[in-house]
């Protein structure tokens, strides 16, 4: 099944902090998206999904064991906030054993204080949150946690910002802007790949484990200007070429690569338009990290005309589809929903509906999982969820129903001096505001 881009240039800027940029963002997020998930399927056998118990966090990175990560967003990573205490208390009472940290954002602001020159020019440490990185670091790997930095890699507000020739251009000329005001910068451009790379070598000097490249894609656009043929074997090029440069930089480190891929990806056969295409990329890294977010496929497009409602489905199905293409099951880590859905029925994502997402990536044999919340609340990753993982309950559809989308109806004071538009049908929903684009 192809599907289709415009599905994709749906999500595309309504990326979740993906959530952009201020605290202001984060919080309207955490109020849009919620803070939690559900999941839903069946299919084929069932192998035993029983996690190491508590006490058994990743002291060694090369180990097997299975990443279970909380993401933090540069907000709420710094150790004064109640989500980065809840992070770690959460780790320290349950198997939950990783943190997957944004280092540097989609508006290319960095979390930490950095020496290379470029970022200097473009003030990306402007509004560094952490401050002591290095003691940071040395305190979260003492306890045992698996340290993951987040590097968005295109999507790059400052970058384009203060280099516009290194930008995404209309056709026009000017630096392009996707919906929400944010640049990206062309992932033909020597310099700007090289800007990242650089900040992903710095950041793997640091001491974390593995370097997480999210936006690792062109926009989900048509019509841009870009240094390179707008041809799908040039776009898959760019994204291969620019992996495996991370790769010949950062193992020799001894640190890991994963990659953030649409959902998407492992159904079409093709780049959707944005150079990611599942077999191409997994050579190059360690990991994949499709973001299987039920909320994030829009209805009908794989059978179900309320994903929300089959969490356990959506994450098997959509690994079952990857592995049949080649891809080794340990290649794989997906990005689970732990907020609420936002698309069809607005409920929230408790601790069933992630243990049915968890049991299926499970089942799959996945190197483990990444759990996504847009401003880091996970009031639902407890000894309950845990404890809901081997019942195979959590496989069977939730009951909730599909609601369409309501206007909110105008309040009589904005209608002074306008005429009332004429009522429409609530739309087709779409994947908005949390789905990563």
Not at 46 to 68: E, F, M, W, Y
Not at 337 to 352: K, P, T
Not at 353 to 368: P, T
Not at 418 to 432: E, H, I, V
Request: charged fraction near 25%.
């Amino acid at each position: 099944m192809l599907l289709p881009l415009t599905t994709l240039q749906a999500a595309e800027d309504n990326s979740s902090q993906k959530q952009n940029i201020t605290v202001k963002t984060i919080e309207i997020n955490a109020t849009i998206a919620a803070d939690n998930s559900e999941n839903n399927e069946s299919t084929n056998t069932v192998t035993n999904t029983t996690l190491n118990p508590p006490s058994s966090k990743i002291q060694n990175p090369t180990s097997n064991i299975p990443v279970r990560a909380l993401y933090l967003n540069r907000h709420t990573a710094t150790p004064s906030t109640p989500q980065f205490k809840k992070a770690l208390k959460i780790i320290e009472t349950t198997p939950m054993n990783a943190l997957i940290i944004d280092m540097k954002n989609v508006a290319g602001d960095l979390s930490y204080r950095s020496h290379l020159p470029d970022t200097r020019r473009t003030h990306a440490s402007k509004f560094a949150t952490i401050k002591k990185i290095h003691a940071y670091i040395q305190d979260l790997k003492k306890r045992g946690i698996y340290l993951i930095a987040r590097i968005a890699v295109f999507k790059d507000k400052r970058q384009a910002r203060t280099f516009p020739r290194r930008a995404v251009h209309t056709p026009g000329g000017a630096v392009w802007r996707d919906r929400h005001g944010e640049m990206w910068v062309d992932p033909f451009d020597p310099q700007a790949r090289e800007y990242t790379l650089a900040i992903a070598e710095e950041v793997a000097k640091l001491g974390f484990d593995e370097i997480n490249f999210d936006y690792i894609r062109f926009p989900a656009h048509r019509g841009l200007r870009y240094d390179g043929p707008d041809r799908q074997r040039d776009r898959v090029a760019a994204i291969g070429t620019f992996l495996e440069a991370a790769k010949r930089r950062l193992h020799p480190l001894g640190v890991k690569i994963s990659a953030d891929i649409f959902g998407y990806v492992l159904w079409n056969r093709t780049d959707t338009r944005i150079g990611q295409i599942l077999e191409k990329m997994a050579p190059h890294v360690d990991y994949l990290c499709p973001m299987l977010y039920p909320s994030g496929f829009t209805r009908g497009s794989v059978a179900f005309n309320n994903p929300a409602a089959h969490p356990y489905d959506i994450v098997r199905i959509s690994l079952q589809k990857g592995i049949a293409r080649g891809v080794a099951p340990e290649k794989f880590r997906p990005w689970l929903q732990s907020f609420r859905d936002y698309a069809f029925s607005r409920h929230l994502y408790r601790e069933r509906e992630i243990a049915a997402q968890i049991r299926a990536a499970g089942q799959l044999d996945a190197s483990g999982w990444l759990l996504w919340n847009p401003s880091s609340h996970f009031p639902y990753v407890d000894a309950k969820l845990f404890s809901l993982i081997d019942d195979p309950a959590v496989e069977r559809p939730s009951p909730v129903r599909y609601t369409a989308p309501t206007r909110r109806k105008r309040h009589p004071r904005e209608a002074i001096g306008k005429t009332a538009p004429p009522s429409t049908p609530a739309s087709k929903p779409k994947p908005l505001d949390i789905l990563r684009g």
